[in-house]
C-alpha cells in the first residue's frame, strides 16, 4: 500500500501560460516513454523478478508517480488560463474538443496511451535492460522538450527530472549487475 | 567463469494455493560478460559444427533446456 504526502517531490513553477509547450509535454504525461508507462511498467514487473531487485522496481515505479504528479501539474498551470482560441492555435483544438482543459493519458500527437507500450517478459534480464532503455528514452524526450522551451523556471524543473532519470538507470544498471553475480549459485552436491 | 543460469528461493507463503517451487532459475547467457568480444578467441573446430551452434565461437555458445524437464524444481 501507499502513503500519500500531499506536496510534490520537487517544485514545479511556471512563468507563462503556454499550451504549444503543455502539447508537446504531454509526451512525458501518456507517451511511450512518458512517467506513466515507467510507473506501471516497473509496479507490475517487480512481481517476477528475484527477491534482490523487488525492492527497487517498487521504490523507482512509486517515484514514477511523483514525477507524473509533476508533469501533470506543470500541463495543468501551462494551459488552465488559456482560452479556446488559443489552445487552437496551438494545435490542442482536437484535445480541446474531446477534453475542454481536462488532462489526459496521450502523447503530443493526441495518441492515447495503451499497454502495448509497456512489457513484461518474465525474463529478469530482458525486463531489466527494457528498464535501463526506458530511462534513456524518457532522458531523452526531456532533453527535446528542454529545447523547445525557453521558460526558465518550467526547464528547472524538467532539468530535474531528466536528472532523475540518469539515476535510476544507474540503478537498473546496478540491478542488472546484481542478477549476473555469482551468489545464488546452486549448490550441487 | 560464470554461469549461464542463476538459481534463487523466491518468498514462499504459508497460505500459497499450489505446491510452491522452492528453487527458480533464469538464464544468464555469455553475451552479458563479454562486454566487446575480444579478437582471435578460439572457433569450432569445424565449419559445421560451427553452422550446428549459430556461432563460431565456443564462447559464445548458450545451450538451453526446459527448466521444468532439466528438474531444477528438486534440489
Redesign the interface.
Given at each position: 500500500m501507499w502513503y500519500y504526502e500531499k506536496k510534490l517531490q520537487y517544485p514545479v513553477k511556471v512563468r507563462e501560460c503556454n499550451p504549444r509547450l503543455a502539447k508537446y509535454l504531454i509526451e512525458q504525461y501518456g507517451g511511450a516513454d512518458g512517467e506513466l508507462a515507467a510507473a506501471l511498467r516497473y509496479l507490475n514487473q517487480r512481481y517476477t523478478i528475484p527477491d534482490k531487485v523487488i525492492g527497487l522496481l517498487t521504490d523507482i515505479g512509486t517515484e514514477e508517480f511523483a514525477h507524473l504528479e509533476m508533469i501533470a501539474t506543470m500541463v495543468y498551470k501551462l494551459t488552465k488560463d488559456a482560452t479556446a482560441e488559443q489552445m487552437k492555435e496551438a494545435g490542442l483544438g482536437a484535445h480541446y474538443a474531446n477534453h475542454d482543459k481536462a488532462l489526459f493519458y496521450n502523447n503530443a500527437g493526441g495518441v492515447p496511451w495503451t499497454a502495448s507500450y509497456i512489457q513484461a517478459k518474465g525474463d529478469p534480464i530482458a525486463d531489466i535492460y527494457e528498464d535501463i532503455a526506458a530511462e534513456e528514452k524518457a532522458r531523452a524526450t526531456y532533453q527535446w522538450i528542454i529545447n523547445m522551451s525557453d521558460d526558465p523556471d518550467l526547464n528547472d524543473g524538467l532539468k530535474y527530472l531528466r536528472e532523475r532519470e540518469v539515476v535510476h538507470s544507474l540503478r537498473f544498471r546496478e540491478a542488472a549487475e546484481i542478477l549476473k553475480e555469482e551468489r545464488d549459485k546452486k549448490i550441487i552436491f | 567463469m560464470?554461469?549461464q543460469r542463476?538459481?534463487?528461493?523466491?518468498?514462499i507463503s504459508p497460505f500459497d494455493p499450489c505446491r510452491p517451487i522452492e528453487?527458480?532459475?533464469?538464464?544468464?547467457p555469455p553475451q552479458?560478460?563479454i562486454g566487446f568480444q575480444p579478437p582471435s578467441l578460439p572457433q569450432y573446430e569445424s565449419p559445421k559444427e560451427a553452422l550446428y551452434r549459430g556461432t563460431l565461437w565456443p564462447a559464445l555458445y548458450s545451450p538451453y533446456r526446459n527448466p521444468y524437464e532439466r528438474g531444477d524444481e528438486q534440489q
Open positions: - | 560464470f554461469t542463476k538459481y534463487y528461493y523466491p518468498y528453487v527458480k532459475s533464469y538464464e544468464t552479458l560478460y
